[in-house]
């Protein structure tokens, strides 16, 4: 069968880099969640939302889906926000399968794929997957893939390089500006003493 996306050549985690975005407002994006009905994206305005575009027979994707369930569990108390829009044929009929198989801890929808192309601008919808566009609190978004494979490709979308984005967008509640706090406040006392 022969389609417009293409798929990833390389092992990198989430194969794209994240691009520092010029802050837009996220455009609605309607999408359907398996036994929730209907959802729009601005119904988690208020979160940092990490929204990944998926196909659910994609294996970046599925280790993309692992890694971001591990960020939902430990961000997710702060505000994050990762959901799963499928965007490949017949993906009604398996996103529950991929929830279940791949352990997701977070909604987990899809949406048709043309939904996806004008969300992110790719006109001549040629991509590949997964796409991650990061979607500060204001519902603004900061950063996203583009939509074929770069030279950065390797660098900026490894596991560190979405934590740091996720702790940015979060602000000073993030592990990491809790432990450099913290180790300031230690020293300091500790000059002090």
């Known amino acids: 069968m022969k389609t417009a996306v293409a798929f990833l050549s390389s092992a990198v985690l989430l194969a794209s880099s994240l691009i520092a975005a010029e802050p837009q407002k996220a455009p609605e994006l309607a999408f359907t969640v398996p036994g929730q009905g209907q959802k729009l994206l601005s119904q988690y305005r208020g979160k940092v939302v990490a929204l990944e575009f998926i196909f659910t027979t994609c294996p970046h994707c599925q280790a993309a889906s692992k890694v971001m369930t591990k960020f939902q569990q430990e961000y997710g108390p702060r505000g994050l926000q990762v959901l799963d829009i499928a965007v490949n044929d017949n993906a009604d009929l398996l996103v529950d399968n991929f929830v279940?198989?791949?352990h997701v801890g977070f909604p987990v929808g899809w949406t048709p794929r043309t939904q996806m192309t004008e969300f992110m601008g790719f006109n001549?919808?040629?991509?590949?997957?997964?796409?991650?566009?990061m979607i500060d609190r204001k519902g603004m978004i900061r950063y996203k893939t583009p939509a074929l494979e770069n030279e950065d490709w390797d660098k900026l979308m490894k596991e560190d390089a979405i934590r740091q984005h996720i702790e940015e967008l979060l602000g000073s509640d993030s592990p990491s500006a809790k432990r450099t706090s913290s180790s300031g406040t230690r020293a300091a006392l500790a000059k002090k003493n």
Request: zero cysteines; hydrophobic letters at 40%.
């Open 100 to 102: 279940k198989d791949y």
């Open 124 to 133: 001549d919808g040629r991509f590949v997957v997964p796409q991650l566009v």
